[in-house]
């Protein structure tokens, strides 16, 4: 998880901004309806079309069962 969230944005020397939620960051987070921590990190793409909720900048721009 720290490969596609924090150490990016480290490796793109933007960590101050994004790459971790705190408070002052951008947000910019997709839910998955599976547990990152009990899931392999291989198997992880096998879930990237079943998200059910995409924040941008820190607001909700879709929402499974909603038609934003």
Same mark, same amino acid.
């Given at each position: 998880?720290?490969?596609? $969230? @924090?150490? /990016? +944005? /480290?490796?793109?020397?933007? /960590? +101050?901004?994004? =790459? !971790?939620?705190?408070? =002052?960051? =951008?947000? &910019?987070?997709? #839910?998955?309806? #599976? &547990?990152? $921590? ?6 992880? @793409?096998?879930? /990237?079309?079943?998200? #059910? ?6 607001? @909700? #721009?879709?929402?499974? =069962? $909603? !038609?934003?």
């Amino acid at each position: 998880l720290r490969m596609v $969230t @924090i150490d /990016a +944005a /480290a490796a793109l020397g933007m /960590a +101050a901004e994004v =790459g !971790s939620l705190e408070e =002052g960051k =951008g947000a &910019d987070l997709a #839910v998955f309806p #599976v &547990d990152a $921590t009990e899931t392999p990190e291989e198997a992880l @793409i096998h879930h /990237a079309r079943e998200g #059910v909720l995409t924040m941008v900048n820190g607001r @909700i #721009v879709w929402q499974e =069962g $909603t !038609s934003r």
